[in-house]
């Protein structure tokens, strides 16, 4: 069955800290992947995603992710956060041979201090 | 844009009450999703429907039912609520145009079981 980790579940950083959130998936198969963030008060919204090609994927707000095949991995960066980013980041995974679900990981808080 | 619109955002509910918990989504997507959110446990799919009257068991789907009589509405139904049922539950909907599309999301409704 897919499984998703993440591998931190709260992360504090300063303001201009570089950020790296580690997700690691378990499915053989092609995936699609995804990132999606909670703000406070707010509803999830996708941050970004990889179907396919360039393995670098770029999303909203100077975020980016890298997908790692031969590790199973898509970690998220930012070289520089802001305190804006304080909120709650969730990979996800959808295999394509694994009908409609999507599967997320347990998510990660992070807080960026001013 | 996209919106997913969840009719309760807070509700407090006693235990043994049946409880419905609606949604209603305006792109004319064919997949609908009912996800719960627990700290530290990520969202967990609890079921999803990819057509009118059609649905399909997710991880968890103990305790609830739903119901999609029409296209843009999604209904979770909680058949007789206990107090692990306390909790935010996600609605969700998405395309169907291949496997593994953009997932949006409503805002959550807030549940707690007394």
């Known amino acids: 069955a897919q499984s998703v980790s993440q591998h931190n579940h709260h992360v504090i950083l300063s303001e201009a800290a570089s950020l790296e959130l580690g997700c690691n998936y378990s499915?053989?198969?092609?995936?699609?992947l995804f990132w999606y963030v909670q703000y406070p008060g707010q509803h999830l919204q996708l941050l970004l995603k990889?179907?396919?090609?360039?393995?670098l994927v770029k999303g909203i707000k100077g975020f980016e992710a890298e997908f790692i095949k031969s590790k199973f991995s898509f970690n998220l960066r930012k070289p520089s956060v802001q305190w804006s980013d304080t909120a709650e980041y969730f990979c996800?995974?959808?295999?394509?041979?694994?009908?409609?679900?999507?599967?997320f990981g347990a998510g990660t808080r992070l807080f960026v201090k001013a | 844009d996209v919106k997913v619109t969840q009719s309760s955002r807070y509700l407090v509910k006693r235990t043994g009450e049946k409880v419905f918990l609606e949604c209603v989504q305006d792109?004319?997507?064919?997949?609908m999703f009912w996800y719960r959110q627990d700290p530290g446990l990520g969202l967990r799919l609890i079921y999803f429907?990819?057509?009118?009257?059609?649905?399909e068991k997710g991880d968890i789907p103990e305790g609830y039912s739903v119901s999609r009589e029409k296209k843009e509405r999604f209904s979770l139904i909680l058949e007789s609520a206990s107090t692990n049922q306390t909790s935010m539950y996600l609605c969700?909907?998405?395309?169907?145009?291949?496997?593994?599309?953009?997932?949006?999301f409503g805002e959550g409704s807030w549940l707690t079981v007394v």
């Open positions: 429907s990819y057509d009118v009257k059609m649905k």
């Open positions: 969700a909907s998405s395309p169907r145009t291949g496997v593994g599309n953009t997932i949006y």
């Open positions: 499915y053989g198969g092609t995936v699609n």
């Open positions: 996800a995974v959808n295999a394509r041979t694994g009908g409609f679900k999507t599967i």
């Open positions: 792109m004319d997507h064919e997949n």
């Open positions: 990889y179907f396919s090609g360039d393995p």
